[in-house]
């Protein structure tokens, strides 16, 4: 069963635009990480996953701020964890295991 697919992505981006999946920015001590929380575009349960990220400045392609400087762009490779048994989930997951993405772009 294919998991990682890119339309999780495009579902989890219009579930961001509807405000239905959001993205915190939470600081700890050691990285800024963030808390992705709402629905998993997949099953549709609520799931809650911190993300410790990396910033990615001046990616290949990525887009240019008005002030033509790279913008900074934040990947999150986020995996269903939504803690309910899926039979069609693989094993040691909690979720129904589907992986997306979530890219923001610093305002
Ligand atoms: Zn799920
Ligand atoms: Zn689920």
Redesign the pocket.
């Known amino acids: 069963m294919v998991t990682t697919d890119y339309r999780w992505t495009d579902r989890a981006y219009d579930l961001l635009e509807a405000q239905e999946l959001t993205v915190k920015p939470h600081n700890e001590d050691t990285a800024p990480c963030f808390v992705v929380s709402g629905r ?1 575009p ?4 609520h ?1 809650v996953d911190r993300q410790v990220t990396v910033a990615l400045t001046g990616m290949a392609g990525a887009s240019r701020g008005s002030n033509g400087d790279p913008q900074e762009a934040v990947v999150l490779d986020v995996t ?1 964890g ?3 048994a ?1 039979q069609d989930a693989p094993t040691g997951v909690t ?2 295991g589907v992986s997306f993405r979530i890219e923001l772009t610093a305002e």
């Open positions: 998993c997949r099953c549709d349960h799931l269903c939504c803690g309910t899926h979720g129904c």
